[in-house]
């Protein structure tokens, strides 16, 4: 028995020799130039060292109409069945692997906001809620709390809801606001739908709000209302 021929031996490699190597150089020279679904194939390395993770990366992208964001923001659960559908991954190294993207994202926009006025930020607050919030299959409700300089001091999301439903309940606001000192608040939440109209409801539990901040001497900036990738806000339409 000898060794195998050459040509055998690089028969039996498996056909992504090499390309993991590859593109990591690739990711090192031009990070831009890999299209999403070979940037999501880098970040799968993590959930399998052997196996080839273009197909998954392939198949998820699909699952989310080829939207990295919305892959992001997908379920535990979804991920988990898409998964399910490729041998060979352990399904809970996968979320971890595709929750860095959306976490690395709103970290690094986050910290463009944070200790500067708020409202002198705009544009960089509503790219930061874009990413954090937008893409969400369900919807949540954020608290961003201000210092009298209109600085972040800290920021809760205090509930999460249904597909359409959050319960909000304005004296918890306050009590909170209250807590942490606060000066004025910017309430956030996200429409699953995409479309960013005020319900009834949302102006209503607004007015609500401002009244229960406005007993204790704080100020309500603003409600704004994101959904891939659009927003209002309630002060811009003249609803606070």
Do not use: C
């Not at 990591?24 to 993770?53: C, G, I, V």
């Not at 992208?61 to 892959?71: I, K, Q, S, T």
């Not at 956030?188 to 401002?210: F, L, Q, Y």
Request: aromatic share 6%; no cysteine; glycine share 6%.
């Amino acid at each position: 028995m000898g060794d195998q021929p050459p040509e055998k031996a690089a028969e039996d490699k498996p056909h992504y020799h090499g390309h993991r190597a590859r593109l990591r150089e690739r990711f090192r020279e031009s990070p831009q130039s890999l299209p999403d679904y070979e940037y999501l194939e880098l970040l799968l390395f993590q959930a399998n060292e052997r196996k080839d993770t273009k197909p998954l990366a392939k198949r998820l992208l699909a699952a989310f109409d080829e939207d990295l964001g919305r892959l992001a923001n997908a379920s535990d659960a979804e991920i988990e069945n898409i998964v399910a559908l490729e041998k060979g991954f352990n399904a809970e190294r996968v979320v971890v692997a595709i929750r860095q993207i959306g976490e690395g994202a709103s970290r690094l926009l986050r910290s463009q906001v944070m200790q500067r006025p708020v409202l002198g930020s705009w544009t960089q607050l509503i790219d930061y809620l874009n990413v954090a919030q937008a893409d969400r299959g369900t919807e949540q409700f954020r608290l961003l709390f201000l210092d009298a300089k209109n600085r972040l001091i800290r920021e809760e999301v205090q509930q999460t809801g249904t597909i359409d439903e959050t319960p909000v309940y304005p004296r918890e606001v306050a009590k909170r606001a209250l807590e942490l000192r606060a000066a004025a608040l910017i309430v956030v939440h996200n429409h699953p739908s995409g479309d960013t109209t005020p319900s009834r409801a949302d102006i209503a539990i607004t007015r609500e709000i401002a009244a229960a901040l406005k007993a204790l001497d704080i100020a309500l900036h603003d409600h704004i209302i994101v959904g891939r990738g659009r927003h209002a806000s309630f002060r811009s339409l003249g609803l606070l």
